[in-house]
């Protein structure tokens, strides 16, 4: 991009000369003239130069009040101030004023290239800051679709890593204090291609984590606006999201209920699919705290434990725990003398859950239903054992089907693309699995969540650079391992490693120099 320069002063002979001289030492400069202060002033704000060559004795306004005027509307100039008088009252007004440095008439020509010649090459290397920094902005933005998703997945289904999940915070720009709650969309069908559209939507509102779409389900965190009620703040959601979906069936929109920590937010999550079990209701949104089971507000911690404890053994396979499990539900309700038709409702709602979780997991399987309406507690505890059995072979057939050394390849796949922007749901499209899934056997398998091993794997790569070339940068050793925002990088370094990456170097150099001094 080419340069401009702003030759001021009130002699043209003074004027002549230095363009003259500029020319033949600059000549890809840009170079225009200005008889006066006034006239500069003016021509700053057409004419856009880069570095202005200012004199400073000048009939009307002076100098050093053209240089203030021009420098509060455009700050970014860089002064020359050309002067006979080499006083210091000059000097220190022109100092409070920025500029840069400074010519005494009359300047040898090689004086006057060399100090002209220091400011260009500021200017350029300015340029070149803004450049790299426009481009690294551009490819976070990229990446935020990415670090999105893989932030919604860890916090719903795995443990997010303190450093990343402070940091990846700051780099999506949300307001994470106070309350958040879970909105799970749920799309019909052959909707996929609304997807994109629906992220656009929560995007819009600045105030929600967009996940990655499984199945039929697109889970949403979304942060409190403390200027509107909860109620109020979902709803506008989901009439927004349904907006996308011009009237077409199948969708809604159920919510979880607010919590203050990030740490609640899987029971959120685990509410808002309780909320949208039944699809069919006439109003396409409903909250939790919405849904109708007996002994709901006498035993209401009661059903949160079971519900939670559900959750955490489908996604471990415990399948004899869930049994267990429910048959001690239904014989709660059995002494309660809860009436049939609603316990029956109760447990199906549990195991609309099971489908819904194995949906997660990648495991097809229909949406349990009773046969028949039972006519005491044995026909329940019989009708669910079986259904129980169908989802646990549909987990079963699955999960055959998939080669044993997966995870083993996965890991392989990790650690040869640490350096790109790949995601669970990336590694989940390749493996053909859901990233849920993949997150859950990453850390029962491998026994580290998803995040932590490619960190390990990005940090490796950095000290094998470190030691291969001492020349290069951390900038660009930040780049060459995958991240994108070198503050970023040192924060995850040093939490893993102890010490910054200069700190790290340097121990490295040192412990190199004492080996050798000893030999």
Wanted: glycine share 6%.
């Amino acid at each position: 991009m080419t340069i401009k320069l702003l030759i001021v002063d009130d002699e043209q002979i003074e004027r002549e000369g230095l363009h003259m001289i500029l020319s033949k030492g600059f000549p890809e400069l840009v170079i225009e003239q200005a008889p006066n202060g006034r006239i500069a002033v003016q021509m700053a704000e057409t004419f856009k130069p880069d570095v202005i060559l200012m004199d400073i004795k000048m009939p009307g306004m002076n100098g050093l009040e053209a240089i203030e005027r021009i420098s509060e509307a455009q700050p970014w100039i860089k002064f020359i101030m050309v002067t006979a008088y080499d006083t210091f009252d000059y000097a220190r007004q022109a100092i409070k004023l920025g500029v840069k440095d400074y010519l005494l008439k009359p300047s040898k020509a090689s004086e006057i290239t060399a100090t002209v010649g220091k400011v260009l090459k500021q200017v350029e290397e300015e340029r070149r800051q803004q450049q790299q920094r426009e481009q690294q902005q551009e490819v976070l933005q990229k990446a935020l679709p990415l670090v999105e998703t893989d932030v919604v997945t860890q916090l719903l289904f795995d443990h997010v890593h303190e450093v990343h999940l402070d940091v990846l915070m700051g780099l999506l720009d949300v307001q994470t204090s106070g309350e958040k709650f879970v909105a799970l969309v749920v799309m019909p069908s052959g909707s996929e291609h609304l997807y994109t559209e629906i992220k656009e939507r929560i995007r819009r509102t600045g105030s929600g984590w967009v996940g990655a779409l499984y199945g039929r389900q697109l889970p949403v965190v979304v942060f409190r606006n403390p200027g509107k009620s909860f109620r109020t703040q979902a709803v506008t959601l989901a009439r927004d999201i349904l907006a996308a979906a011009k009237s077409e069936a199948g969708w809604f929109v159920g919510f979880g209920t607010p919590y203050e920590s990030l740490d609640q937010i899987r029971l959120s999550y685990q509410e808002a699919l309780i909320a949208s079990m039944n699809t069919d209701l006439p109003v396409k949104y409903r909250f939790y705290s919405d849904v109708p089971f007996p002994g709901r507000e006498r035993d209401e911690l009661r059903a949160k434990q079971l519900e939670k404890a559900f959750f955490d053994q489908l996604r471990l396979g415990q399948w004899e725990q869930i049994r267990a499990g429910m048959l001690d539900f239904i014989q709660q309700h059995e002494r309660e003398g809860t009436d049939l038709l609603h316990a029956q409702q109760r447990v199906l709602e549990l195991l609309w859950i099971a489908a819904r979780v194995l949906g997660e997991m990648g495991v097809e399987t229909e949406t349990p239903f009773f046969s028949f309406q039972a006519q005491d507690y044995r026909q329940i505890v019989a009708e669910t054992g079986l259904l129980i059995d169908r989802l646990k072979q549909a987990h079963a057939e699955h999960f055959a089907m998939l080669k044993p050394d997966l995870m083993v390849q996965i890991k392989q796949y990790i650690q040869e693309h640490s350096h790109e922007d790949i995601s669970l749901d990336t590694i989940g499209k390749i493996a053909g699995l859901s990233p849920f899934y993949i997150s859950k056997m990453f850390k029962e398998q491998l026994g580290i969540n998803y995040i932590d091993y490619l960190t390990e794997c990005r940090i490796e790569k950095a000290k094998k650079l470190m030691l291969a070339d001492p020349g290069k940068s951390m900038k660009e050793i930040t780049f060459e391992v995958g991240y994108h925002d070198p503050n970023y990088f040192s924060k995850v370094f040093k939490k893993v490693c102890g010490a910054s990456p200069s700190e790290y170097r340097k121990s490295i150099y040192d412990a190199a120099q004492l080996t050798a001094d000893e030999r």
